[in-house]
């Protein structure tokens, strides 16, 4: 079957013939003069037997081979010369991590709203400005130049909204009541206390809630979550609890931002298992799907109470519900590991926060490196820093000053001094104050008094103030020395600089003057004690009336009111160390019934707390916290007490031991205990354990009261 195609040339209508291909009628475009003949056959024709098939390929062309020429001409192989780029194309470069937007998407282009073109708006914003910029005294003069009058609602809410000072925004809504241009409604309250939460005025956004009360005005969701977000922000957590619960009551369930706040609440109100029953009853009754703020929070509520299994639940949480943590969510879990004492889970973590592709920032690896210098775990720590440089992630002042503390905990000098001069050409991370006094801390931990004092001079030389940390290890560094004048010029350079001192830094100074004895040819000693006494003088003059009548005077009938007002006024963890140091002095100066008295005060004041223990074979004395002169004297004491003890009638137990470890203090432990003639004897397997049994103890006694 044959059918003939033929156009002729029109001007000005030209024809389009068609054609049936594949059951549809498809119009094909000719050029004028030609003719074209196409041949199709249909499928219910018998197939030609092989012979023949051959010699009706040529005379039967394909569907193909008869549009060729129809093809040459439309689709012309030679380009056209508009058409050819004469430049290189701008390239466009995509994010792979980012899906493609889509065609359809509004935000491709944004049109500016119909306000920006309103008069009205204009000059509203315009008046907002002027508001601004007024004095709070001016500010109801302006209010009836309001433009566009009488005031509608919804130019009060854009006025209200613009407000930059909560006073201003508390002024406007005040007159905006005594107008009744419009019923007060709950957005316009809703929006006056967003302002007030912004300048943290609790008392005014509970007034203003009491007010819609009182006028049947309904408080709706947002409302409560600005009432309870003020009350935390104002830590006032047992007023946002109170909101909360009252917000239960009306029936409204809480969104996202309210639960988040009143998770917060309850964990700084450390109510565990409120928080978890809240969060539970979120998850179950309202459909609630937590998001990472509130992850975050559950993590820093387990963080503080140290509680590993509540981190677990808090992963486990986010891997069944799909919640894909952010940054400050790690940095929390981190944070929270570390309180906990886990540094390997948070290792674990970490790594499988950089395999998804999350780069740390500082924060996330100055919690990970002060987690693994409490665990004393340098080399991960420093394999950790050589990684940071490596990759190149970001680094700031805090988290070199953090390496550098952890070095001086660790005893790493040369590290902190590799990483210390790297800091000194530092554009970023440049050394301060506190830097160097880890510097210092290093130092003089390790007794390296002229590096320490170098460190000083460099300090003084570019003009970085010293701090009162800085000045302590410096001074403790320099008495151990027995560098009495330079300390003395550290003491005066310190005071001149406004330093005050505090509990560690005179407990310092007594350190010191532990070390200055008396005795026969000790002249040059005494002149050191002299001008530690002048400088404990000048830091702590009620210390120094102290230590004056404990150990200089031969004690006075106020040394326990004066011990009592010295305790008391110290902090918690200085008044071990004050009371060691004190007795140390007393008994260099050979004042040892002085130092009995402080020590026994020390005792009924709480200061050594689980020093004796008690078993049914075996007392014991802890002496591991205590100074050697404590020590000794804590032995005394004890020793002193047993006769009366057996007077009362009770019986010495099979065994009696002092524990005092290895290291120095055991040394003169064992050298004190030589002097004495008291029968402990020292264990071969624990070193720094003496033990003595209960009828060693009781002959030795009787030899003691003998003479």
């Given at each position: 079957?044959?059918?003939?195609?033929?156009?002729?040339?029109?001007?000005?209508?030209?024809?389009?013939?068609?054609?049936?291909?594949?059951?549809?009628?498809?119009?094909?475009?000719?050029?004028?003069?030609?003719?074209?003949?196409?041949?199709?056959?249909?499928?219910?024709?018998?197939?030609?037997?092989?012979?023949?098939?051959?010699?009706?390929?040529?005379?039967?062309?394909?569907?193909?081979?008869?549009?060729?020429?129809?093809?040459?001409?439309?689709?012309?192989?030679?380009?056209?010369?508009?058409?050819?780029?004469?430049?290189?194309?701008?390239?466009?470069?995509?994010?792979?991590?980012?899906?493609?937007?889509?065609v359809l998407s509004p935000q491709r282009q944004k049109r500016p709203s119909f306000s920006a073109y309103s008069p009205k708006i204009r000059d509203l914003r315009r008046f907002v400005k002027e508001l601004n910029d007024c004095e709070e005294s001016d500010f109801t003069e302006l209010l009836p130049q309001i433009p566009h009058q009488p005031l509608?609602?919804?130019?009060?809410?854009?006025?209200?909204?613009?407000?930059?000072?909560?006073?201003?925004?508390?002024?406007?809504?005040?007159?905006?009541?005594?107008?009744?241009?419009?019923?007060?409604?709950?957005?316009?309250?809703?929006?006056?206390?967003?302002?007030?939460?912004?300048?943290?005025?609790?008392?005014?956004?509970?007034?203003?809630?009491?007010?819609?009360?009182?006028?049947?005005?309904?408080?709706?969701?947002?409302?409560?979550?600005?009432?309870?977000?003020?009350?935390?922000?104002?830590?006032?957590?047992?007023?946002?609890?109170?909101?909360?619960?009252?917000?239960?009551?009306?029936?409204?369930?809480?969104?996202?931002?309210?639960?988040?706040?009143?998770?917060?609440?309850?964990?700084?109100?450390?109510?565990?298992?409120?928080?978890?029953?809240?969060?539970?009853r979120g998850r179950g009754a309202s459909g609630w799907k937590p998001d990472p703020v509130t992850f975050s929070v559950l993590a820093k509520m387990f963080g503080e109470a140290g509680d590993y299994d509540g981190i677990r639940f808090i992963l486990r949480e986010m891997k069944s519900l799909h919640v894909q943590p952010n940054l400050v969510l790690?940095?929390?879990?981190?944070?929270?590991l570390g309180k906990a004492g886990k540094p390997g889970f948070a290792r674990s973590l970490f790594e499988e926060m950089v395999e998804s592709g999350m780069e740390p920032d500082a924060k996330t690896l100055t919690a990970l490196i002060k987690m693994y210098g409490k665990a004393r775990w340098g080399r991960d720590a420093l394999d950790l820093w050589?990684?940071?440089?490596?990759?190149?992630?970001?680094?700031?002042?805090?988290?070199?000053?953090?390496?550098?503390?952890?070095?001086?905990?660790?005893?790493?000098?040369?590290?902190?001094?590799?990483?210390?001069?790297?800091?000194?050409?530092?554009?970023?991370?440049?050394?301060?104050?506190?830097?160097?006094?880890?510097?210092?801390?290093?130092?003089?931990?390790?007794?390296?008094?002229?590096?320490?004092?170098?460190?000083?001079?460099?300090?003084?030389?570019?003009?970085?103030?010293?701090?009162?940390?800085?000045?302590?290890?410096?001074?403790?560094?320099?008495?151990?020395?027995?560098?009495?004048?330079?300390?003395?010029?550290?003491?005066?350079?310190?005071?001149?600089?406004?330093?005050?001192?505090?509990?560690?830094?005179?407990?310092?100074?007594?350190?010191?003057?532990?070390?200055?004895?008396?005795?026969?040819?000790?002249?040059?000693?005494?002149?050191?004690?002299?001008?530690?006494?002048?400088?404990?003088?000048?830091?702590?003059?009620?210390?120094?009336?102290?230590?004056?009548?404990?150990?200089?005077?031969?004690?006075?009938?106020?040394?326990?009111?004066?011990?009592?007002?010295?305790?008391?006024?110290?902090?918690?963890?200085?008044?071990?160390?004050?009371?060691?140091?004190?007795?140390?002095?007393?008994?260099?100066?050979?004042?040892?019934?002085?130092?009995?008295?402080?020590?026994?005060?020390?005792?009924?004041?709480?200061?050594?707390?689980?020093?004796?223990?008690?078993?049914?074979?075996?007392?014991?004395?802890?002496?591991?916290?205590?100074?050697?002169?404590?020590?000794?004297?804590?032995?005394?004491?004890?020793?002193?007490?047993?006769?009366?003890?057996?007077?009362?009638?009770?019986?010495?137990?099979?065994?009696?031991?002092?524990?005092?470890?290895?290291?120095?203090?055991?040394?003169?432990?064992?050298?004190?205990?030589?002097?004495?003639?008291?029968?402990?004897?020292?264990?071969?397997?624990?070193?720094?354990?003496?033990?003595?049994?209960?009828?060693?103890?009781?002959?030795?006694?009787?030899?003691?009261?003998?003479?």
């Open positions: 079957m044959a059918t003939n195609i033929t156009t002729a040339a029109s001007p000005s209508y030209p024809r389009f013939p068609e054609i049936t291909v594949c059951g549809r009628r498809r119009p094909v475009h000719l050029p004028t003069g030609k003719a074209l003949r196409v041949y199709s056959g249909s499928n219910k024709r018998t197939p030609p037997s092989p012979s023949t098939a051959v010699a009706q390929d040529e005379s039967n062309p394909s569907l193909a081979e008869q549009l060729k020429p129809l093809s040459d001409v439309i689709l012309s192989v030679e380009a056209d010369a508009s058409s050819t780029l004469t430049t290189k194309p701008k390239s466009t470069w995509i994010n792979p991590t980012r899906p493609r937007p889509s509608s609602r919804e130019d009060a809410l854009l006025l209200l909204n613009g407000m930059h000072s909560w006073q201003k925004s508390l002024l406007f809504l005040n007159w905006a009541k005594t107008q009744n241009a419009f019923p007060l409604e709950t957005i316009l309250y809703n929006v006056a206390m967003k302002s007030l939460r912004f300048g943290k005025q609790f008392q005014h956004v509970e007034n203003l809630a009491l007010e819609m009360i009182e006028k049947g005005i309904e408080l709706d969701n947002i409302t409560y979550s600005t009432i309870i977000s003020c009350a935390k922000r104002c830590s006032h957590f047992d007023k946002a609890v109170e909101w909360f619960e009252r917000m239960y009551r009306t029936g409204l369930i809480p969104d996202e931002v309210t639960y988040s706040a009143i998770l917060d609440v309850y964990a700084k109100l450390r109510k565990v298992e409120e928080a978890m029953s809240l969060y539970e790690y940095n929390t879990l981190f944070e929270a050589e990684r940071m440089d490596r990759n190149g992630w970001p680094t700031d002042l805090f988290l070199h000053n953090t390496l550098l503390a952890m070095c001086a905990d660790l005893g790493l000098v040369e590290e902190a001094e590799k990483l210390f001069d790297r800091m000194k050409g530092s554009e970023t991370a440049e050394p301060d104050s506190w830097s160097y006094s880890a510097m210092l801390n290093i130092y003089g931990s390790c007794g390296n008094a002229n590096k320490a004092m170098s460190v000083f001079r460099d300090m003084c030389g570019i003009g970085v103030d010293l701090n009162v940390m800085g000045s302590t290890c410096l001074i403790q560094c320099l008495g151990r020395s027995r560098r009495i004048d330079d300390l003395v010029a550290v003491f005066q350079a310190s005071i001149s600089a406004g330093i005050k001192p505090d509990d560690r830094f005179c407990v310092c100074l007594l350190s010191v003057l532990s070390l200055c004895e008396e005795g026969e040819e000790e002249e040059e000693e005494d002149a050191g004690g002299k001008a530690v006494m002048s400088c404990l003088e000048r830091a702590n003059p009620k210390l120094f009336d102290l230590v004056k009548a404990l150990a200089y005077d031969g004690g006075s009938p106020n040394v326990k009111d004066g011990l009592r007002k010295m305790l008391s006024s110290a902090s918690f963890e200085s008044r071990r160390p004050l009371c060691n140091c004190l007795i140390d002095v007393c008994r260099n100066r050979k004042r040892n019934q002085a130092a009995r008295e402080v020590f026994r005060f020390g005792a009924l004041y709480g200061v050594y707390p689980g020093l004796h223990t008690k078993t049914d074979g075996e007392w014991r004395l802890d002496a591991r916290s205590l100074s050697i002169g404590a020590a000794c004297t804590a032995l005394e004491d004890w020793m002193s007490g047993l006769p009366e003890m057996i007077r009362k009638g009770q019986t010495l137990p099979d065994l009696l031991s002092a524990n005092t470890g290895g290291g120095g203090l055991g040394t003169a432990f064992r050298s004190h205990l030589e002097e004495v003639g008291a029968p402990f004897e020292e264990s071969r397997e624990k070193p720094g354990l003496f033990a003595a049994t209960g009828r060693d103890i009781e002959l030795w006694m009787e030899l003691q009261q003998s003479k």
